[in-house]
């Protein structure tokens, strides 16, 4: 071959590789071109002279959606958009709004959106527009915001907030941000506040300080607050204190009034201090005002006792001088000691001195048993010997069965001698009356002892007669007693 010929086969050559890569370029070209039509297909084009969306339009069409859940939330996207892009033109939409829950929706939507631009001009708006409680939480939101970015100046924003529940709201934001982050100087700012605002961000304060440092929220609250604020962040900061140190809370509950917080706060306390040191609690115990308190605070103590040395908290209820303190020291921590072991319970019981005691605690483990297992606890107190205790507390155990069990009540009821089925039968028939009164009666004339079968039936028709007395004279006119029976439940009611 000559080398003419080589080099036109190598220009043949080159030629065809020109056209292949010109052939791939016009090929990609073109699906270039295809794909952004095809994403131009996709995106909806702006209406002619319209470079903004029409929210308005679109607000109109999320109310008329029929879907009630789906209206107010597609009205609230559309609003915090337009809110987002031009808050003066939402603002506008909000004020020809008619007043109701959208319109304190929509009302916070743009509130929101404009103090993220303007915080002077929300402040403005708000004073003029927010009137309810629902509306006043703006405020909480924009100074929570103001301060997590500088307390101080925050404050000086207070100016522009009215009187009255949303200036509060401002306040407390303030106080709570600032004490996370400097306590002291959030104390020294509340301290200098004139009223109504010092009181409540001295409150904030405190309830925030007392998360981290109670004994420092007690101080302030003893250098700053009186009356019943002062009491309120001392309870609070109490509550907190004696998670970690109850033996210190118990020493602070004195700071309290007698009343309510003070009682509270001693229940609560007494737990916390019993659980840890039994002995050392119950001689700050002898400190709280005689009566109710101690009792309260007590049983709180024996709970706790109770549950983690139940032997020691026995001896010590055992040892009480007779009388009421101990009857009700007795009765809690019978159903206590129940909760863990009804035996060993029982056993406790009937080694108590003093009969009062022992009475009302066998009642509490019937009562606390039958929660737990009620034919258990019912047959327990029916083996008891004869008289009022057995009585009471067979009594406790059958009101809690038959709520849960009525057939295996009734049948039980049926077994008892006599001397304990009248009592049982009686009770358990005005509860049982309740539900379902005519079954009630039917089961009643079946009893077997005559004194049980009439005290049944005068108990569940008197019940009848209270809720629905045209059924239960209906019942009195046709039931299958005897004539003494219906004169006589016929007559006046009575005991």
């Known amino acids: 071959m000559s080398i003419r010929s080589h080099w036109r086969q190598i220009a043949a050559l080159l030629w065809v590789a020109v056209a292949i890569v010109v052939s791939l370029g016009v090929m990609w070209r073109l699906q270039d071109e295809r794909r952004q039509r095809e994403v131009e297909a996709l995106t909806p084009a702006p209406a002619a002279g319209q470079a903004k969306p029409d929210y308005t339009a679109a607000l109109a069409a999320a109310l008329k959606r029929p879907d009630a859940g789906r209206r107010e939330l597609e009205f609230g996207i559309q609003l915090r958009e337009w809110a987002g892009e031009d808050p003066e033109a939402a603002l506008t939409y909000v004020r020809r709004m008619p007043r109701g829950p959208r319109y304190t929706q929509g009302l916070l939507i743009v509130l929101d959106a404009l103090g993220r631009k303007d915080e002077s001009r ?74 109504p605002d010092r009181t409540a961000a001295l409150e904030s304060h405190l309830a925030i300080l007392a998360d981290t440092a109670p004994r420092e929220a007690i101080e302030h609250a003893r250098q700053a607050l009186d009356g019943p604020a002062r009491e309120r962040a001392i309870s609070r900061a109490i509550q907190h204190l004696m998670l970690t140190d109850p ?112 009475d009302v605690a066998f009642v509490s483990i019937a009562t606390a048993w039958a929660q737990q297992n009620a034919s258990a606890a019912a047959r327990w107190a029916g083996s008891l010997p004869e008289g009022p205790r057995q009585q009471a507390a067979l009594l406790g155990a059958i009101s809690h069965w038959v709520t849960h069990d009525a057939a295996g009540a009734r049948d039980f009821i049926r077994t008892l001698p006599p001397a304990s089925q009248r009592a049982a039968a009686e009770s358990a028939a005005q509860l049982l009356a309740l539900t379902d009164p005519s079954a009630t009666l039917l089961w009643a004339q079946t009893l077997p002892d005559p004194a049980a079968r009439d005290a049944a039936i005068t108990s569940a028709y008197q019940r009848w007669l209270m809720s629905a007395p045209a059924a239960a004279r209906a019942w009195l006119a046709s039931a299958d007693i005897s004539s003494a029976t219906r004169n006589r439940l016929a007559g006046p009611v009575g005991p």
């Open 122 to 195: 929300a402040l403005q708006v708000a004073g003029e527009l927010v009137t309810t409680r629902a509306e006043q939480a703006f405020y909480a939101g924009l100074f929570e915001r103001m301060a997590g970015r500088d307390p101080a100046a925050a404050a000086t924003h207070l100016a522009a907030v009215p009187e009255g529940g949303g200036r509060a709201q401002a306040v407390r934001a303030i106080a709570e941000v600032w004490t996370a982050r400097d306590s002291a100087a959030a104390f020294a700012w509340s301290r200098q506040l004139r009223e």
């Open 247 to 358: 033996k210190a809370a118990a020493g602070l509950v004195s700071l309290l009034p007698p009343g309510e917080l003070q009682m509270f706060a001693a229940i609560d306390v007494a737990h916390e201090f019993g659980a840890r040191d039994p002995q050392a609690a119950l001689a700050w115990l002898k400190t709280l005002p005689e009566g109710e308190v101690q009792r309260l605070a007590l049983n709180n103590l024996l709970s706790a006792w109770g549950a983690t040395d139940g032997e020691a908290a026995g001896n010590y209820v055992a040892a009480m001088e007779p009388g009421p303190a101990q009857d009700a020291a007795a009765a809690h921590l019978a159903a206590i000691l129940t909760l863990t072991n009804p035996r060993t319970a029982f056993t406790w019981a009937q080694k108590l001195p003093a009969e009062s005691a022992r």
